[in-house]
């Protein structure tokens, strides 16, 4: 990664982004900027290893922090796959109040983003609406996207109205920014004016690209990483530079380009394996990071949608991927569910049963009992039965019957 951004750079047009690199020390050849290593380093040393997220109440309650995992659904979604008929159209923003709902009820689901984009409102308004129903109908952090910096301006005080001032907002911020350089190694001027007005104000950012094996990136997975991570870790620099400690979320959506569809794959075990190492890049880095999982390219909640989710949320479980996006999303990237959210939700009920382990302590091993009841007996009457039968997940879902 480091060899990468000082050897080739990244290109950067903003001119108020150049000045500050180059002032501080980067190689600036016209559009051209190349880092050198010292410079990611001191950036990285200067960002928070820890960023909390907090309730509509102002109680701090995600904590982005070494390999703790927190689940949430995804973001902008052009159509909407209404549970009751099947029928697929366009999202609008109503649609972002039952979406919203169901993503609120359902307590494995720490955090929240928009899900879809308001097509039934004016372009240049429809990000603003959507972020007002999330805050509308759920009291849960909203990580956002929106299409220039006013747009982030705009929703960010509709967060310090919530909050009640900035400083209570910075003790437990209900919003974070979610924005994105081009693939590969390009920053396009509305990302650098948003990322320079996350760090001035103190908002969480996270600056995600979405590098794609074999067509905006290269085809094997370490070269895919190594961009991705250049890609994020630029934008680290820069927000380092504007104010030093800004939060600040690392990351990237490394996945596959289907060569037979061309299709951004969302459910592609490759884009697992990814979301994992770049997630232990993060712990290297001692860096929050932003993970992907309980999504498909499926059309439907189907089983295809039902495997590819219990792969992608049990693997960024167990590799600790912070932040993790995109449950309930179908279609590869297109369509909103709210049936898939609920599906994706039992599944991470089935990864929270999973992920503790098992509980070894006298009462847990149980000889005492199994002493008492001998060869042959049953434990349906036994106390140490009635204390912890309920340890087991019961589904109101699925089937058992």
Request: net charge negative; charged share 20%.
């Amino acid at each position: 990664t480091l060899e990468l951004l000082e050897r080739t750079g990244v290109q950067v047009t903003h001119p108020r982004a150049r000045e500050l690199l180059h002032g501080a020390g980067a190689r600036v050849a016209g559009d051209r900027v190349h880092i050198p290593s010292w410079m990611v380093e001191h950036a990285v040393r200067k960002a928070p290893s820890r960023v909390v997220l907090g309730h509509r109440s102002g109680e701090r309650r995600v904590f982005l922090e070494k390999d703790k995992y927190w689940f949430g659904p995804s973001v902008d979604c052009v159509d909407y796959l209404d549970p009751l008929t099947d029928e697929r159209r366009r999202f609008i923003s109503d649609d972002c109040r039952v979406t919203s709902t169901v993503a609120d009820a359902l307590p494995l689901y720490t955090w929240v983003m928009t899900i879809g984009m308001a097509d039934d409102v004016p372009a240049d308004i429809a990000d603003r609406v959507i972020a007002k129903q999330v805050f509308t109908y759920t009291e849960k952090p909203l990580v956002f996207c929106c299409k220039d910096v006013d747009s982030v301006r705009d929703i960010y005080q509709m967060a310090l109205l919530i909050a009640g001032s900035e400083e209570q907002f910075h003790q437990a911020p209900t919003c974070v920014h979610y924005s994105e350089p081009i693939s590969p190694l390009l920053y396009y001027d509305p990302a650098v004016e948003k990322i320079l007005f996350c760090a001035e104000k103190g908002i969480p950012l996270i600056n995600y690209p979405a590098p794609q094996a074999g067509s905006t990136a290269p085809a094997t997975f370490a070269g895919e990483i190594v961009q991705g991570s250049a890609e994020s870790l630029s934008g680290l620099v820069l927000a380092q530079l504007v104010n030093p400690g800004a939060p600040f979320i690392y990351g990237a959506f490394a996945t596959v380009m289907d060569m037979r569809t061309t299709v951004f794959s969302y459910g592609a075990p490759e884009m697992s394996l990814m979301v994992a190492a770049m997630a232990q890049m993060a712990q290297h880095y001692e860096l929050p990071f932003f993970g992907t999982a309980g999504c498909s390219d499926a059309k439907f909640p189907d089983a295809q949608a039902a495997a590819e989710a219990a792969f992608s949320c049990l693997a960024s479980a167990l590799v600790g991927a912070n932040l993790i996006h995109d449950a309930g999303w179908l279609d590869h990237g297109s369509v909103a569910s709210p049936a898939y959210i609920v599906l994706v939700h039992e599944i991470l009920h089935m990864v929270g049963q999973f992920m503790p382990g098992v509980l070894i302590n006298d009462e847990t091993l149980a000889l005492d009992v199994m002493d008492h009841v001998g060869p042959g007996g049953h434990y349906l009457e036994e106390d140490h039965t009635y204390n912890h039968f309920k340890d087991v997940w019961y589904s109101d879902l699925f089937d058992r019957t």
